[in-house]
């Protein structure tokens, strides 16, 4: 599997920061605050075999920094070439609400590549009854 990027012009090249490490980082090119959220545009495109997806995780040093994706991964599906966003919330109180352009040009995403399982949905009336209890039954 061959992952194609285009790069903006003087951006850093996405790279792993370990030759084993499985995610491939990504840098901010600029940020727009919206309403509620910063949108991260991170200077790249992809073009993604068939039959492979790319999840944009955040980097875990993100949250040293007040900020968390704001939808917890992205999905970038075979079809999709446009330019890769990362939305981010500010949960800190280290520098404040405004302080998003301290992120241009760090590392803030990684993109992970997995392969495709096509499943067929079978819908049925009833579900069999399970011995588990319901949303959250098993604690922290």
């Given amino acids: 599997m061959r992952l194609k990027v285009e790069v ?3 951006h850093p090249i996405p790279e792993r920061s370990n030759s ?3 995610g491939i980082d990504i840098s901010v090119l600029s940020i727009e605050k ?3 959220f910063y949108l991260c545009d991170m200077g790249i495109k992809l073009d993604i075999d068939y039959g492979f997806y790319c999840e944009i995780l955040a980097r875990s040093s993100l949250i040293k920094h007040g900020f968390i994706l ?3 991964a992205g999905v970038i599906d ?3 070439k446009k330019d890769i966003f990362v939305p981010l919330i500010y949960v800190g109180k ?3 609400p405004d302080c998003a352009d ?3 040009g760090k590392r803030i995403a990684q993109i992970i590549v997995k392969r495709v399982e096509v499943v067929e949905l079978e819908i ?3 579900l069999e009854p399970s011995y588990r209890g319901g949303f959250g039954s098993t604690g922290l």
Avoid: M, P, Q
């Fill in 102 to 104: 301290k992120l241009i």
């Fill in 124 to 126: 049925v009336d009833k």
């Fill in 78 to 80: 075979t079809d999709y």
């Fill in 34 to 36: 919206k309403d509620d």
């Fill in 8 to 10: 903006k012009e003087g």
């Fill in 70 to 72: 704001s939808n917890g």
């Fill in 94 to 96: 280290l520098w404040g």
């Fill in 20 to 22: 084993n490490d499985t």
